[in-house]
């Protein structure tokens, strides 16, 4: 079940990107920089935790059930989202929230901060808040150069979010049986 939610979570990063790069230059370099922030603040609570509290999140039917439904509903206003950009590409439309990715960008870290022992937390923390910044602004500016429209990422973040819906649905029959 870990490793589904760590796919749904790298799929949720990848959307983030893939509306990223739907944005403007400013909004796009704000949202990534408030994501490190959040990461650099959130660390420290994060890695409070000990390792059984965050590998037994994915054991808990409750908490997957919680976590399902966000995703759910994520995925449902991203698609949301792409059907209203294609119509009418008002501004307005980008301020659709694309709340999981912050969690998304979290938990990566946080996962491979538990799975290498004896690693310095605050380097890791500095480290993982730079990899945040050039994961995503690297990824938006990529997408950009690779898109030869508007349309491409628009096509490719409703593709994402399709088969975010699909793998958290699969997640949720998974534990729910």
């Known amino acids: ?75 449902i206003l991203m698609i949301l989202f792409c059907f209203l950009r ?14 999981l990715a912050i969690p998304s960008l979290c938990l990566l870290p946080v996962l491979t901060l538990y799975a290498l022992p004896g690693v310095d937390f605050t380097l890791f923390r500095i480290g993982a808040a730079i990899a945040s910044i050039i994961v995503t602004a690297g990824g938006i500016l990529l997408v950009k150069a690779l898109s030869r429209s508007e349309s491409e990422p628009l096509e490719a973040l409703f593709l994402v979010n399709i088969f975010i819906l699909l793998l958290t649905v699969a997640a949720a029959g998974a534990f729910t049986f």
């Open 1 to 75: 079940m870990q490793l589904l939610f760590t796919l749904i979570a790298i799929l949720l990063i990848f959307s983030f990107v893939l509306k990223g790069a739907l944005m403007p230059r400013k909004s796009w370099v704000a949202l990534v920089a408030l994501a490190a922030l959040a990461l650099w603040f959130a660390f420290p609570w994060l890695t409070s935790q000990p390792s059984s509290a965050v590998t037994g999140v994915f054991s808990d039917r409750k908490i997957l059930a919680d976590v399902s439904a966000a995703v759910v509903t994520e995925a």
């Open 86 to 99: 294609a119509g009418e590409r008002s501004a307005w439309t980008l301020w659709v929230p694309e709340i």
